[in-house]
């Protein structure tokens, strides 16, 4: 069920499952709520329609290798121009280099300033757009009084633990709590910053547009209002989240995201500019005026869903409490398939799912996070092929 060794070849093909979902917090889920399908209806949108183009209702995923082991809390990652990666640690503190080859681990060094407790802490990482020119890694962390974004420069040419340049923070105020930090962020087509928030526990938070909770941001590189943004001199984006921490693109451009349930329905949602996602008036599809709902939603015991990735005409959901990596086929505006769940339970909590390229993708395991059951070799990171 678990692999110990570096770059061991393995399978683990899972048919389609039922359905899925999310619970409280970081994937601790609340009573549950049943084994209902999730419903495919689709809300109003001008958004772009996708690739006419449908993919398969069935596929299967094939895990070729266990890259590296033994990290401890990983949350965030990023893949290098050298095909190398950056993962953060979320209770460490630190970034830790792995080189894809042989798994080997090279703390890259500590973020100052974060403050790790709870569900907070050194979150999500995204390198910059013109990374091979200014050697800039952003990430989302946890202070004693709020959670930031920052840049700093990396250069792997210093010693270990001491590649990284001080914090230049471009963001703060963003509400923290000992749950609901959100925390994802990524560049988008568009070269704008977004970033995925949590209402700390504070739900009127998410209804609130001053407030920065409960939110998906866009912003400059530098920290400052996109344009475009539908709030003139606001980086909000959207509203009405309760805790975001998955973002991706699909081949149109449109933006996706996941987020977390409180007792019955997990979402994954189609963005828009201005819309308002519902909570805490809504959780999961409410068909009320003046709020959009999520394309898929799941029960909270089978998602807790944390990042997401578009690979090979799918998104595909990283879950915590489900123990399952999630496919959502795309066709337009809504899925083209019922969702297909994979590597259900095979190894424990996924946090973290990223594109490789072509029909690859890289899956975090997530279960020293203090609310797994850790095995020997936990937590890793593993390569997957879809077929």
Not at 101 to 112: I, P, Y
Not at 131 to 152: K, P
Not at 232 to 243: A, E, Q, T
Not at 246 to 255: E, I, N, P, S, Y
Request: net charge positive.
């Amino acid at each position: 069920m678990r692999r110990t060794a570096v770059w061991t070849a393995a399978t683990a093909t899972v048919i389609l499952l039922a359905a899925g979902c999310g619970g409280p917090g970081d994937g601790t889920g609340g009573p549950g709520a049943g084994t209902a399908p999730p419903s495919h209806t689709s809300s109003p949108s001008t958004a772009p329609s996708a690739s006419p183009s449908v993919p398969p209702a069935k596929g299967s995923v094939k895990v070729l290798s266990t890259v590296t082991e033994n990290l401890k809390s990983p949350w965030g990652l990023a893949e290098l121009p050298d095909g190398n990666l950056l993962v953060s640690s979320r209770d460490e503190g630190t970034i830790t280099h792995v080189d894809v080859k042989n798994g080997r681990k090279t703390e890259v060094g500590a973020v100052s300033g974060v403050s790790p407790a709870g569900e907070g802490g050194l979150l999500g990482i995204a390198l910059s757009p013109s990374f091979s020119s200014d050697h800039l890694v952003y990430a989302y962390f946890t202070t004693q009084s709020d959670n930031r974004i920052a840049r700093m420069t990396y250069d792997p040419r210093k010693p270990a633990g001491e590649q990284l340049g001080a914090p230049d923070t471009i963001l703060r105020g963003i509400p923290k709590g000992f749950i609901h930090n959100g925390g994802r962020i990524a560049f988008g087509p568009d070269g704008m910053l977004y970033a995925g928030t949590g209402e700390s526990g504070h739900s009127g938070l998410s209804q609130d547009r001053k407030s920065l909770g409960g939110k998906i941001l866009r912003m400059k590189p530098d920290g400052s209002p996109a344009p475009g943004n539908p709030f003139k001199g606001s980086v909000v984006y959207d509203l009405g989240h309760r805790n975001v921490q998955g973002l991706t693109w699909d081949r149109a451009g449109r933006l996706w995201a996941s987020e977390f349930g409180q007792d019955t329905w997990d979402e994954l949602n189609l963005i828009e500019p201005g819309k308002n996602y519902g909570w805490p008036k809504i959780e999961g599809k409410g068909h009320k005026p003046g709020f959009t709902d999520p394309v898929e939603q799941w029960h909270t015991d089978e998602a807790s869903p944390s990042g997401i990735a578009y690979v090979a005409g799918s998104v595909w959901m990283a879950s915590l409490r489900g123990e399952r990596l999630w496919r959502i086929p795309l066709d337009g505006r809504e899925s083209a398939a019922a969702p297909q769940a994979f590597l259900s339970g095979k190894y424990g909590r996924l946090r973290t799912v990223l594109s490789a390229g072509g029909n690859r993708m890289w899956l975090v395991t997530s279960n020293t996070d203090t609310r797994g059951k850790p095995k020997p070799g936990d937590d890793r990171i593993l390569l997957l092929e879809v077929r």
